[in-house]
């Protein structure tokens, strides 16, 4: 079992970075792929990025484009989102993900989910 809680989330403007964290419970955490995903009103949960339970295998969405970073540190069960050049069109509610496979953790029916944390970009 794992439960993760995302924060970090808020109000910032075009060309301003956030960093997203999720922390995770559960003594098997090392062992998953964890991720972010991301819902934009009236659109659909997309893929943002993951990452291996190493962390030497870095996955991310095309519309990222070298503007986030993901990273994970095991010793402290969290998970990062560096976010920079941040756009109006990244408003969105990003959600922490965890999975047992990168197949899985790409897909909206990945295993754990967080609740959520807002973000939002003003022009």
């Known amino acids: 079992q794992v439960q993760l809680e995302e924060s970090g989330g808020g109000l910032v403007q075009a060309g301003g970075s956030l960093r997203l964290s999720c922390a995770a419970s559960g003594r098997t955490f090392s062992s998953y792929y964890m991720g972010w995903f991301r819902q934009a009103p009236g659109k659909e949960r997309e893929f943002v990025a993951g990452?291996?339970?190493?962390?030497?295998?870095?996955y991310y969405a095309v519309f990222v484009k070298r503007r986030f970073t993901i990273s994970r540190d095991n010793a402290k069960n969290m998970v990062y989102l560096q976010m920079n050049s941040l756009k109006p069109e990244d408003t969105a509610v990003y959600y922490c993900?965890?999975?047992?496979?990168?197949?899985?953790?790409?897909?909206?029916?990945?295993?754990?989910w967080g609740q959520g944390t807002q973000v939002t970009v003003s022009s």
């Open positions: 993900n965890a999975d047992r496979s990168i197949e899985g953790l790409r897909t909206t029916t990945a295993e754990y």
């Open positions: 990452i291996s339970w190493s962390g030497s295998n870095l």
